[in-house]
């Protein structure tokens, strides 16, 4: 028998899923596809999530978890460990570029970032990306942000950041990595605090009013956008004063971070 529990979990699962469907349907995934992707999910969460203290997980257990028979469970597990694991990869040394750009004074002034030139003795793009790329070349990343439209040159030897951070204008796939891991970073955070087991809750707020006239809420727009980007940026200037200018491949630590995001719907 359903619980009233239950039906509301399917409601708010549902909810989930239609901008996700929207997505893959525009992108011609088709339902098969979907449904072989939400296997993998089940088998990948019961092995990390799942599995009982002091005990090695079996397929058998995996079976009854996922209501996968064996034969399924054993197929998935086998399939190749780093398929669809884009939250494992190695962080954009790009983004680390930009960020750079606009909070650190030397490449920008109150949070807007210059027009640099290529090369120069200072503040020029040579040196902003020898510091906060690591070992990546200036072409390699000039090159990058060119081809997402974050930057353009208004002549051979200057270039102009165009947007006020890492965002991809033109290139469909990387929106839709994007989304993907902000979306799941919100997910997981909201899945902590659902679940606790001891542990302190992760902070999640958001602010949300109806009815909002549209004159107001385009206003709202403007204003939550800047604070939004000013508050962010304050943060980025606070790790990257914290952190090692160069990217060690053998530092140990967290993944840490803060997601802020505008609500405009029905």
Same mark, same amino acid.
């Given at each position: ?11 708010? $699962?549902?909810?989930? !899923?239609?901008?996700?469907?929207? $997505?893959?349907?525009?992108? /011609? *995934? ?5 449904? /072989?992707?939400?296997? &993998?999910?089940?088998? +990948? ?28 469970? *054993? ?14 990869? &190695? ?6 570029? =930009? ?29 902003? =990306? /020898? ?13 990058? !942000? ?9 002549? +051979? %030897?200057? *270039? ?8 991809? &204008?033109?290139?469909?796939? /990387? ?34 009013? %109806?009815?909002?006239?549209?004159? =107001?809420?385009?206003?709202?727009? *403007?204003?939550?956008? +800047? ?5 962010? &940026?304050?943060?980025?200037?606070? !790790? ?27």
């Amino acid at each position: 028998m359903k619980t009233p529990e239950h039906s509301r979990l399917i409601k708010a $699962i549902l909810c989930l !899923l239609r901008p996700i469907v929207r $997505i893959l349907i525009r992108n /011609e *995934v088709s339902h098969s596809e979907f449904a /072989e992707l939400g296997r &993998q999910a089940y088998v +990948k969460e019961a092995y990390e999530h799942f599995a009982i203290p002091g005990r090695k997980m079996t397929y058998a257990r995996v079976s009854v978890l996922t209501g996968l028979n064996r034969k399924e469970v *054993v197929r998935i597990n086998n399939l190749d460990k780093d398929h669809n694991n884009g939250l494992q990869a &190695q962080p954009n040394r790009a983004i680390r570029v =930009v960020n750079g750009w606009l909070t650190d004074s030397e490449f920008s002034e109150s949070g807007k970032a210059r027009i640099l030139p290529l090369n120069g003795e200072s503040a020029c793009f040579r040196i902003l =990306v /020898e510091r906060y790329s690591g070992d990546i070349s200036m072409g390699a990343v000039l090159d990058e !942000l060119k081809r997402v439209g974050v930057v353009e040159m208004p002549d +051979k %030897h200057r *270039v102009k950041l165009v947007a006020k951070g890492y965002i991809p &204008q033109d290139d469909l796939l /990387e929106k839709i990595e994007i989304l993907s891991i902000s979306a799941a970073d919100l997910l997981h955070t909201a899945v902590h605090n659902l679940e606790l087991n001891g542990t302190k809750p992760r902070f999640q707020r958001q602010l949300v009013y %109806h009815k909002v006239p549209p004159d =107001v809420a385009a206003a709202f727009e *403007v204003i939550s956008e +800047k604070d939004s980007l000013e508050f962010l &940026q304050r943060l980025n200037s606070y !790790l990257s004063e914290q952190l090692d200018r160069e990217i060690p491949n053998n530092r140990e630590g967290r993944r840490v971070g803060v997601g802020i995001y505008f609500i405009d719907n029905e």
